[in-house]
């Protein structure tokens, strides 16, 4: 049940790495990869509920155009990751002043052309700050500064925002209904909004981050006064560079813990110990000896609110092992949840274990189904 292992495999291929050796060594494996709403999250929710992917070209954070895909399910939900259109690996250099969602937007747009109604926007992996203004301006809002003069705002720009007008804001989204799933519950702005937390992680200078810091709070009563919400101390609302914020406020969107979502879509209200047994593969009903999950780097914010933290939730006894890349974790907190690391790159330069990540995740597991 691992996560992805960012910038080296996705969760499927670290899935199948996994279970191929504990398949090897005799085990009986049921494969379910996760996700928490960053990227690979609707690969997961696909594998959950059936469905499809669609492809297009929208504007991407640095403003020349990306391919991106989103998932219809076949129930007809769009999943959409803000990360495929917005992501901070859509970009061949950092962008942190400039970058906005508009190509986020673009993906609702052609999805509500679709006829679709129902939405899941995972919000992680973004490379903007710009409040979710970009989405907002590709379905339709138009933004003013002081001269009248209507522009799409990015992060650097929050500021020059002096009026909003949503009057052509798509119709449809009334009729619609919008889940954001992340895996952060910051509030918009201040020492753990999306400036100062994430703002470094996107390229932001301390300067920069201040720049943001001040814009997101500039334009939140605008946003609250044209749509009659809100939502600066909302969880959450700093999700993708304050993209919840804009969610909640232009959509009014729902905000759901992204790695409880996803188990949920897979029936995993409970994880079943040993004692339940049942078919095998059947993930409802076949009891369970040991749960093997992983991620890139495994941090005290894996503990909370993370893939993880979800599967310590919902597993009771079960022991759960870790493989990661890196661990930078408490070690007291870890054996204090019960958790198991295998830290793959131990001793490997960060660049190398990204680099052959599959390699040695492959190696690692192999070493420790042989010996369990």
Do not use: W
Not at 10 to 18: G, N, S, W
Not at 241 to 260: E, N, Q, R, V, W
Not at 262 to 279: A, E, F, V
Request: aromatic letters at 6%.
């Amino acid at each position: 049940m691992p996560d992805s292992f960012k910038g080296s495999m996705t969760a499927v291929e670290a899935t199948d790495i996994l279970a191929n050796e504990a398949e090897k060594a005799g085990a009986t494996v049921v494969r379910l990869p996760l996700a928490d709403g960053g990227e690979g999250s609707a690969e997961c929710i696909l594998r959950a509920k059936g469905g499809a992917f669609r492809n297009m070209s929208v504007i991407g954070p640095a403003g020349a155009p990306v391919d991106a895909r989103y998932g219809i399910t076949i129930d007809r939900t769009a999943v959409i990751e803000i990360a495929e259109s917005t992501g901070i690996t859509r970009q061949s250099e950092l962008h942190p002043l400039t970058s906005n969602t508009y190509g986020f937007g673009e993906l609702i747009l052609d999805a509500l052309d679709q006829g679709i109604r129902s939405f899941i926007l995972c919000l992680g992996g973004s490379a903007s700050t710009d409040c979710g203004l970009g989405m907002a301006a590709a379905l339709g809002a138009r933004f003013y500064d002081k001269q009248g003069t209507s522009f799409v705002p990015s992060g650097s720009s929050l500021s020059s925002v002096d009026r909003i007008d949503v009057s052509n804001l798509d119709a449809r989204i009334s009729e619609s209904d919008f889940t954001v799933i992340c895996d952060v519950e910051n509030q918009l702005f201040g020492p753990n909004g999306a400036a100062f937390v994430y703002g470094p992680q996107k390229g932001a200078s301390p300067e920069d981050v201040q720049l943001l810091d001040d814009g997101l709070r500039h334009v939140a009563p605008l946003i609250a006064h044209v749509t009659g919400s809100d939502h600066d101390s909302l969880k959450g609302a700093g999700a993708a560079g304050g993209t919840g914020y804009g969610c909640a406020a232009f959509l009014k969107a729902t905000m759901k813990s992204g790695i409880d979502t996803i188990l949920d879509l897979n029936g995993l209200k409970t994880i079943p110990g040993r004692s339940i047994s049942g078919d095998v593969g059947d993930k409802n009903a076949y009891g369970f000896d040991l749960i093997i999950t992983g991620e890139g780097c495994l941090d005290d914010q894996s503990l909370m609110g993370k893939v993880l933290s979800g599967i310590l939730k919902r597993s009771r006894d079960i022991p759960v092992v870790s493989f990661c890349g890196t661990c930078k974790a408490d070690p007291s907190e870890l054996k204090n949840a019960g958790v198991m690391v295998v830290e793959i790159g131990k001793g490997i330069p960060v660049d190398e274990s990204i680099a052959n990540g599959k390699y040695y995740l492959k190696k690692a597991a192999e070493a420790f189904f042989s010996e369990t």
